[in-house]
């Protein structure tokens, strides 16, 4: 063997894999979009309101899962990243165990907990605080909750990272010139740990897009997003055609916010 | 904001994350026949239930070889990917390392679409190892991500000390490089093994008749909601638990390689 592939081989059989069972299936099924030589499926995702909105709809979600994650994920990370090392372990203990519990655990867990006869609504109506039961499942608000709840770890690692990379010299410095708190963290830690924000963001942002098991849950088919169109589209309508130019559009999406993210990372490094 | 208010804040946000997993463990051992909150009394009944229940065992037996089998696999394949990533040097190492996180990256409902019609074509639907192959490609990342954080803080001069003595490259692999690893591949497995555990998307298409326990989950959860799911998820956080209490003790940090 050259020396030209040092230590090359030992891939091959990975790759044999990722090649056989994932790039040629991938492939294959977005073929079926333009069987035909037609991108009539395509105009029909893009064009046809009904379908319009279920793109919007998995944006506008997306967009807020991202945001409430960021507002949560920032002072727990932070928090984390600032304590002592012990109550850090055991602040990672209950961010990482969620994080590995079943997806469906949990969002079982939030239909028991936001249901029509569900704790919250049975607490709050025993306490005389409403009359009726106030529906929180099988609308926006469901989706949402249940999403942040699987989604905020993937916030939390990062800008905790972030903050543990601030140097604490600067910190000290700020302080010995008088500065507030408040304009310590305006100052120093904020411009310092835009990139761990950043990097959570574009990785929460990227998950709720393609997002299946939690809108399929909680959203009762009554909040539709992109994944649970295209589960529909096989398993009720058998429509492969059009669920591989959904697939496309959804993959471009994707694809497209990650190659921006790493274009802005790069362009921010230099 | 005041150190207290962030504590304040961040306690409701523990709540927040952690009530989802609390509140199944009164409903698992509830006596009502359907949820009720505060339970009216205690039983055993909902575990007993999924105890002889064949369907509720077949599913969980079938994750769980499925998982075993799945976190081998991509133990095997995956560490040498990762030897591969970090150490050769070659031509379009930088794509295959692309290619090695891809399915990372590519919703699952894409690939599971994807693999569902390539295997509805092989007549793999509802194999066992049809659904090892494709949970071994979702795990296929974590194993290398954890593998190459390891093998970049690896202190190579033991390998040439080991060599230097007259030991063969063979020899080094078995008796210095892979016991040295062993946490990274602790941990590394063990991801491997929940990741497959877990997984319902894919499951979803390729299962056919066959359940495997999330699919067998979500099935009963759109039909009908008993407390044999809280049962159910309860067993669930506890193995999760006791996994992450293994990879604390014997494995490498979660938080070092998420970083």
């Keep these: ?270 | 904001m005041s150190r207290r208010a962030l504590v304040v804040a961040c306690t409701a946000i523990y709540i927040f994350l952690m009530l989802p997993l609390l509140v199944v463990f009164p409903i698992s051992l509830s006596s009502a026949a359907y949820m009720q909150f505060p339970p009216p009394g205690f039983s055993w009944q909902w575990y007993e239930r999924y105890l002889d229940d064949p369907q509720w065992i077949d599913a969980t037996v079938r994750s769980l070889y499925v998982a075993v089998a799945t976190a081998i696999l991509a133990l095997a394949l995956g560490v040498p990917l990762a030897f591969s990533l970090v150490r050769g040097k070659f031509p379009g190492r930088w794509l295959v390392d692309r290619i090695a996180l891809a399915p990372l990256i590519v919703p699952t409902i894409i690939v599971s679409v994807a693999v569902y019609g390539l295997f509805a074509k092989l007549k793999l639907i509802g194999e066992w190892y049809g659904l090892v192959i494709a949970h071994t490609v979702l795990a296929l990342p974590f194993v290398v991500l954890v593998m190459s954080a390891g093998l970049r803080d690896f202190d190579r001069a033991l390998e040439q000390a080991a060599e230097g003595l007259g030991a063969s490259r063979a020899r080094t692999l078995l008796k210095i490089t892979l016991p040295l690893l062993r946490p990274s591949l602790v941990s590394a497995g063990l991801l491997a093994f929940i990741s497959s555990f877990d997984e319902l998307v894919v499951a979803l298409f390729l299962a056919g008749p066959n359940m495997t326990l999330p699919k067998k989950m979500f099935d009963n959860i759109l039909m009908e909601i008993d407390p044999t799911i809280a049962a159910v998820s309860v067993m669930q956080i506890l193995l999760v638990s006791v996994v992450l209490i293994l990879i604390g003790r014997f494995g490498r940090g979660l938080s070092n390689s998420a970083r």
Excluded at chain 1, 4 to 28: D, H, S
Excluded at chain 1, 70 to 95: D, H, K, N, Q, S
């Design chain 1, 1 to 270: 063997m050259s020396s030209r592939w040092l230590g090359a081989w030992p891939a091959i059989p990975a790759l044999l894999l990722l090649f056989v069972f994932f790039l040629y299936p991938v492939v294959r099924m977005l073929g079926f979009s333009i069987e035909g030589g037609t991108l009539d499926w395509y105009t029909k995702a893009l064009g046809e309101s009904l379908y319009l909105q279920v793109f919007w709809n998995t944006f506008e979600i997306a967009f807020w899962v991202t945001l409430i994650c960021l507002l949560l994920g920032y002072p727990l990370g932070f928090l984390l990243a600032t304590t002592t090392p012990g109550w850090a372990t055991v602040g990672f203990i209950f961010v990482l165990l969620p994080l590995w519990t079943s997806v469906l655990v949990r969002t079982y867990a939030w239909m028991v907990l936001l249901g029509r006869n569900g704790v919250f609504n049975r607490m709050m109506l025993e306490a005389g605080l409403i009359s009726d039961p106030v529906p929180m499942l099988n609308n926006f608000s469901g989706v949402l909750i249940g999403m942040v709840h699987v989604l905020l770890p993937y916030m939390v690692l990062p800008i905790y990272g972030a903050v543990r990379r601030v140097d604490p010299a600067l910190v000290s410095a700020a302080e010995g010139l008088g500065a507030s708190n408040s304009r310590i963290f305006r100052r120093v830690y904020l411009p310092l740990t835009l990139p761990g924000i950043f990097a959570g963001s574009v990785i929460v942002f990227v998950l709720s897009l393609g997002f299946f098991i939690t809108p399929a849950l909680l959203g009762g088919g009554r909040v539709v997003m992109l994944a649970v169109m295209i589960e529909q589209q096989i398993h009720q309508t058998l429509n492969w055609p059009f669920a591989a130019a959904l697939s496309a559009v959804l993959l471009v999406f994707t694809l497209a916010v990650y190659a921006a993210a790493q274009r802005f990372t790069r362009s921010a490094d230099a």
